[in-house]
């Protein structure tokens, strides 16, 4: 267990054998679990600042997903949606997740979560998320979307993004509203240094974006967990980022599910990197309200 790098705070960092393999994750504070979950291309790193406002409210623990940050890589290519899945499953049960856990999910992140907790109803007390996938048509609009999501399924795609900093770029400056700082900048950019099949897990999530209902898996599971957070009573709350990628139909239509807050916040795609003060005190206010002997009946 090492302390964190860079980082003042009490976050450590820890390895957990899964499946064959490891996943990295950074852990602080005690008691019931807050399970935050990244996206493409980041890591655990992204929540370092959410996490340490929530530290007397839970353990929070946010875990690099597999091929991703500090987690193994896996022998072969194979990074889909379902194998995500698979792992995050497993970390969870290494770790005992298997009640009052509130889940907070950001990009594929959230939509993985969104599927554990559909799978898991028994062990969740709430579910916190933004700039995610609410819809299993999420890549058809706008048309700049579909045609990023062609071009990353095509071969000179898949060469910009192996082989270039084409994607890396296309998230590290233009989804925050400053430039991130360098030292910042140098570390989501770390486990993506070398060219080639290490890159790998970057290019596929984009590839799984449903895009005219294929994948045909993606767009089906990303319906049923749509379809259950449409009438599911488990708490939400919605972290909208006033220029954010959820916006239009989708966010109308997650803006409808039952039993939810809402927070707007000054933001890009990256909320936690434009918003960490306003998304960590409306992540805390909400779990407390949660955690309180009141929000529990």
Known sequence: MIAD???????KQQLASVGGTHMAYREVGEGDPILFLHGNPMSSYLWRNIMVQLQDVGRCIAPDLIGMGGSGRLAG???R?????????????????????IVVGHDWGGALGFDWARKHPEAVQGIAYGETLVHPT???????RAELIRFCRSSDGESAILHGDFLLDVFMKASTLRPLPPEVEQEYRKPWLAEGESRRPMLTWVQQVPLSGEPEDVFTSIGQYSQWLSSSAIPKLLIVSTQGQLSGP??????????????????????????????GAALRDWALRLRSPAGQR
């Open 250 to 279: 989708n966010l109308a239509y997650c803006r409808s599910w039952p039993n939810q807050s809402e927070v707007v916040v000054e933001a890009k795609h990256f909320f936690q990197e434009d918003a960490p003060a306003a998304v």
């Open 81 to 101: 949606y379902s194998t995500h899945q698979h792992y995050l499953d497993a970390f969870c049960e290494a770790l005992g997740l298997d009640r009052d856990v």
């Open 138 to 144: 999420v890549g058809n609009e706008p048309p700049e």
């Open 77 to 79: 290519d194979d990074y």
């Open 5 to 11: 790098p860079g980082l003042s705070s009490p976050i």
